[in-house]
């Protein structure tokens, strides 16, 4: 098999056929999640090949001390890591004595399986001879609920084909788990109680250090030829492992199965002396309900999912079923009912990065949970850099900032900083900007200013701070310089006047001011409220101001263009057609020294600008930059494709946007990165529906109203998408010949239509 090995199904990731060499990819791409806890999916019955063991419960982390050569005056303490749970899917099978296991199977055939994005599940089934010949079919079904979160459902059958015998099933819960990430190999977890009481068994656990408390639990029924044996197992207990033993005599073609309920119960949500009693009422509402009619729950909530944020394509296979991979994950991951939750990176698909927040949410993510819920959501996700704004404030006192400016970090799990490069922890100060415009964002799409004065304007402010502060005078320039930084582009480091850093500096200033003079005018209260919280002056705010408007940006007479940084003309200016497929990708071809050196890069950082600021330049100004930039792009950060594919749409370069969006919606399934095995890129795929939506559709807001400017690829019949815009609904259809609009709700809406403004009323369609 190679990396296209996932068969083209519109609604379905199907694998047909065993691979040991992709076991640990597909673990990665037929992950589940809740946005409570999810899991890689790994096998349920035991496998001694190379696998990625994998379940991760949200907002549950583990401090792992930095690991440096040498220490760094404001340097993180710790990398926070995604902690790798308590396992609870286990179910270890024997057949007359033999072990199911596919790596030590002497055949395995008809292997298949199936995440079923439509429904929300994942299904696996196979034929294995064992090596004691006995041949079996094995079927296993597995969901985690989104309406009861701490629930998950696996239903396990297996036939003999061949023979008589006796099946002996072990489903257990298993504490002793270690994370595939960690810097001094700590024990993550101490098991404080392991017990059971007759189908139900239990395992509490904390966290070392963050003392988090979690009660992993499973109740287990034994069905033979579909009907409840009504078996009490025997047990199996050991420190960190607890296992309930079934067996069983069946005819040669007879099923056994077992119906396992699993899952979490977290001192996050429940007193600490009250998780097991948790877990029982949450093992309770699974058993009354039995295993089909919470799958039947679970593909009604998946369809209310579903009937707001599907996105269909006609005509392109593999492109309708990228971009529903795409969304199925973001919801998987993230719903929006926590605000003290976020949009992790690898989501619940692994453990690279760490931390559950990163500049992504804010610049990517937003815009699909604006349009395809509640704004309540995005209100969530703004709200809670709100109440890490302390942690922000902290974060900039520990690098030497003063007087309440905030630096907000670029990895957290509670709003503390715990990156642990310092390239990035020092420099990617860009990420200040993205919480700015995040603000801006979400105004400009919902119409609700009520954040501003209730919470936004003192991000505002803390923010502002830190760019007059950190920007200085240049008495060669006679400008305003920020040195020593970052951009997106990584492939630059420690840089001068990055003009993507040095634009959002000067735009969050601009911004901030301007707010707080409609606050003042609007929300006097509030005003006095957040002067006095802030000590806020008229002599500061001009002090910032004179730093947004004489700020640097470098530019090249020669090309036309704003330059990268003020070193990038420097660099011998090779494009990256002249790269040979052998060095790609230069990440992990290169050494680091021979990148930084090179022009290539990793994600383009003026795009980038001209992408969250497009009515700043002019289309002219938008083709030069992307003509000049693009053929150094390498696009081997996941969230590059996305922001070039809604600019190549932009300049009707359709055949070149199409391949973008390819490129994003398939970056995972297809494995362009060749990184897949460690988890899914679950923040880019936000930008694959932006790439949609923003990109093919033209969706903008101009003037407080809604603007449609549509395109559509060759390759596509037609695509529809929703968007819920100030609580109206409006489907797009887009075919070669029309668009149509069709308004949900009471109001009626005026919008613009490739440049002409239409109103269209709710209950009827409009085509132009």
């Known amino acids: 098999m190679n990396q296209d090995y996932i068969k083209e199904n519109d609604w379905s990731i199907i694998e047909e056929g065993f691979d040991q060499e992709m ?388 990895v957290t799990m509670n709003g503390e900083e715990c990156h642990n490069e310092w390239e990035i922890t020092f420099e990617e100060i860009h990420r200040n900007g993205a919480m700015a415009f995040a603000i801006y964002n979400y105004y400009r799409f919902t119409g609700d200013y009520t954040y501003i004065p209730e919470m936004g304007l003192e991000v505002l402010i803390g923010i502002a701070r830190f760019w007059h502060q950190r920007a200085n005078f240049s008495s060669l320039r006679k400008k305003y310089v920020i040195l020593g930084v970052t951009g997106p582009n990584e492939y630059e480091n420690n840089v001068n006047n990055n003009w993507y850093t040095n634009y959002l500096a000067k735009w969050c200033i601009d911004y901030a001011v301007e707010q707080l003079q409609k606050v003042k005018e609007g929300y006097p209260d509030d005003y006095e409220r957040i002067i006095g919280n802030t000590n806020l002056t008229s002599n500061e705010t001009e002090q910032w101001e004179e730093v947004a408007d004489q700020m640097y940006f470098p530019f090249s007479e020669e090309h036309n263009v704003f330059l990268q940084q003020d070193g990038f003309l420097d660099k011998e200016l090779i494009t990256v057609d002249n790269l040979g497929k052998s060095e790609r990708p230069i990440n992990q071809k290169w050494s680091w020294d021979r990148i930084l050196r090179s022009p290539y890069i990793k994600q383009a950082d003026i795009l980038q600008g001209f992408y969250l600021f497009e009515d700043h330049f002019s289309l002219e100004e938008l083709q030069r930059h992307f003509d000049f930039y693009e053929p150094f792009t390498v696009h081997e950060s996941s969230l590059s494709p996305c922001v070039h594919g809604i600019q190549a749409a932009k300049l009707d370069r359709m055949e070149q946007a199409y391949q973008f969006y390819l490129r994003t919606s398939r970056l995972d399934l297809d494995d362009y990165n060749k990184e897949v095995e460690e988890g899914l890129h679950i923040t880019s795929m936000a930008g694959t529906w932006m790439s949609i939506v923003e990109g093919f559709g033209g969706l903008r807001v101009l003037d407080d109203k809604l603007s449609l400017t549509p395109r559509i690829p060759k390759q596509w019949k037609s695509y529809s998408f929703k968007v819920n815009f100030r609580n109206r609904i409006l489907q797009v259809t887009v075919t070669k010949e029309e668009t149509k609009l069709v308004l949900e709700g009471n109001e009626q809406m005026s919008i613009r239509l490739n440049g002409k403004r239409l109103e269209i009323r709710p209950g009827t369609e409009l085509s132009a």
């Open 23 to 410: 076991v640990k990819s597909s673990e990665s791409l037929f992950s589940i999640g809740n946005g409570a806890m999810g899991q890689r999916a790994n096998f349920e019955e035991a496998y001694s090949g190379p696998t990625f063991q994998g379940s991760y419960i949200a907002g549950v982390y583990y401090p792992d001390k930095t690991r440096v050569g040498w220490w760094k005056n404001g340097y993180p303490e710790y990398f926070a890591k995604v902690l790798n749970a308590p396992n609870w899917i286990g179910i270890n099978v024997m057949i007359n004595g033999a072990a199911l296991d596919l790596f030590a199977c002497k055949k395995v055939e008809n292997f298949r399986r199936e995440l079923n994005m439509q429904e929300g599940w994942y299904q696996r089934s196979f034929k294995a001879t064992l090596s004691n010949n006995i041949v079996i079919a094995v079927k296993a079904t597995r969901f985690l609920s989104l309406d009861f979160d701490k629930i998950g459902a696996i239903k396990y059958e297996v036939t003999i084909i061949n023979a008589d015998g006796e099946i002996k099933f072990t489903p257990y819960l298993d504490s002793g788990i270690t994370n595939e990430d960690s810097n001094w190999d700590d024990k993550f977890w101490d098991t404080t109680l392991v017990s059971s009481n007759g189908n139900r068994a239990y395992i509490e656990a904390h966290t070392m250090k963050t003392s988090f408390e979690a009660c992993t639990f499973m109740e287990t029924q034994l069905y033979y030829q579909g009907k409840n044996v009504g078996k009490r197992p025997s047990e199996t207990k050991k420190e960190n492992w607890i296992g309930h033993e079934y067996s069983q005599s069946i005819k040669q073609g007879e099923t056994l199965s077992l119906i396992k309920f699993g899952g979490y119960t977290v001192s996050r949500n429940h007193a600490s002396g009250e998780l097991v009693h948790a877990a029982n009422v949450a093992l309770q509402n699974a058993v009354d309900l039995g295993f089909d009619a919470l799958l039947k729950k679970q593909k009604k909530a998946w369809d209310r999912i579903w009937q707001m944020s599907d996105i269909t394509i006609e005509g392109d296979v593999k492109a309708q079923q990228g971009i529903r991979f795409n969304i199925f994950q973001l919801n998987q991951t993230y719903l929006g009912t926590d605000s003290r939750l976020n949009i992790g990176p690898k989501g619940f698909t692994g453990e690279k990065y760490g931390g559950s927040t990163y500049w992504d949410t804010e610049a990517y993510c937003i815009p699909f949970y604006m349009a395809t819920k509640d704004q309540k959501v995005a209100r969530n996700l703004l709200k809670y850099r709100y109440e890490h704004l302390d942690k922000a404030i902290e974060n900039a006192k520990k690098l030497g900032f003063s007087n309440g400016a905030a630096l907000y970090p670029m």
